[in-house]
């Protein structure tokens, strides 16, 4: 199915949220106290990349992670998550316009990407419930649901969202992931899954050895995020609206986001890039393109072979969108 940027992210409700947020930035970050960090996939040096909104990513030298650093403190984005406009804008009046087209778009086929990977792993030893990692919506879990006789759980520290997820019939723990015990879970093989969240995290290693704690063995986890290798953002860096500050601070890549899973302890099954969009990005953002290679290509080309290169770009590991599928040994 062809998905476009707009139906999913359109332009005139973004560049409202996108004002709310330069403001909100002000609000919470400027006083807030930044720390130099080191990569946070490899501990890598590395060296200024780009500069959006107040905010600087840094580049990895040896695996080519991109984030940010100097980081704000933890307390910062808390807060700014909490209660700040842009956040309750998205929340509300974003998701509200473009909800069907997500839930048609990218969420059908998420759970069918999703139900595929647990057949393909299941070796045996059927999984029996879906934990989803800040769930949101339950969007997700409805549409699994609709196609696999699964349980879903969704875990969702948010007092909010975890009430529309119980309103829908959704299993709801309304805590953060840290603060969950092993008896809250239910018995029997799980599928851990977290979309579009990794991107975010302050601490990406302190989240993943929080998923892995809270695992038994056998058991999988899957989740989605941004690589910094994706053409889109390769190409048009601080122009790229991914690079969105404070929302996105790490782009690792599949390569550098196994290497710190296994570092963690996982066994990485699958690090892919099935991302639809970065053509796409790349037509919409032509304006800022300044070397001749895309912006010949995308005039040169026609609809069905930039289509074709968007298929080879995922296929070589390059789109911007990434999923990750592992295990814990
Ligand atoms: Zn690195």
Redesign the pocket.
């Known amino acids: 199915m062809k998905v476009t940027e707009e139906e999913i992210r359109p332009d005139k409700v973004f560049k409202e949220y996108l004002e709310l947020t330069n403001k909100d930035v002000v609000t919470y970050f400027s006083n807030s106290k930044r720390t130099e960090i080191?990569?946070?996939?490899?501990?890598?040096e590395?060296m200024l990349w780009a500069e959006k909104a107040g905010f600087s990513y840094k580049k990895?030298?040896?695996?080519?992670?991109i984030y940010v650093s100097p980081r704000p403190e933890r307390s910062a984005f808390d807060s700014y998550y909490t209660d700040s406009p842009s956040t309750k804008f998205w929340a509300t009046t974003f998701y509200k316009v473009t909800e069907s087209a997500r839930r048609e778009k990218l969420w059908k086929p998420k759970a069918q990407m999703i139900k595929d990977r647990i057949i393909q792993y299941e070796n045996n030893d059927p999984v029996m419930s879906i934990v989803d990692i800040g769930g949101g919506y339950g969007v997700f879990d409805e549409e699994i649901k609709n196609i696999m006789d699964i349980r879903a759980i969704v875990i969702e520290p948010s007092v909010h969202l975890a009430a529309i997820c119980r309103n829908k019939g959704l299993d709801v723990i309304e805590k953060f992931m840290e603060d969950i015990l092993p008896d809250e879970l239910p018995s029997g093989r799980k599928c851990f899954v977290s979309f579009e969240l990794f991107e975010h995290l302050h601490d990406p290693r302190v989240f993943l050895e929080t998923v892995f704690a809270g695992m038994n063995s056998n058991d999988l986890f899957i989740f989605t995020t941004l690589s910094g290798m994706g053409l889109d953002i390769q190409v048009l860096k601080s122009n790229a609206k991914a690079l969105s500050p404070p929302h996105h601070l790490n782009f690792m890549n599949p390569k550098?986001v196994s290497l710190l899973l296994e570092q963690v302890g996982f066994n990485v099954l699958e690090a892919i890039t099935p991302g639809k969009l970065d053509i796409d990005i790349l037509k919409n953002n032509q304006h800022f393109l300044e070397e001749d290679f895309w912006k010949n290509t995308l005039n040169y080309l026609s609809d069905n072979e930039l289509s074709e290169l968007q298929l080879h770009i995922s296929n070589a590991g390059l789109s911007s969108h990434m999923m990750i599928t592992c295990q814990k040994a």
């Not at 080191?38 to 890598?44: E, I, L």
């Not at 990895?60 to 992670?65: E, L, N, V, W, Y």
């Open positions: 080191s990569c946070p996939a490899c501990g890598g590395g990895c030298d040896t695996c080519i992670t550098s």
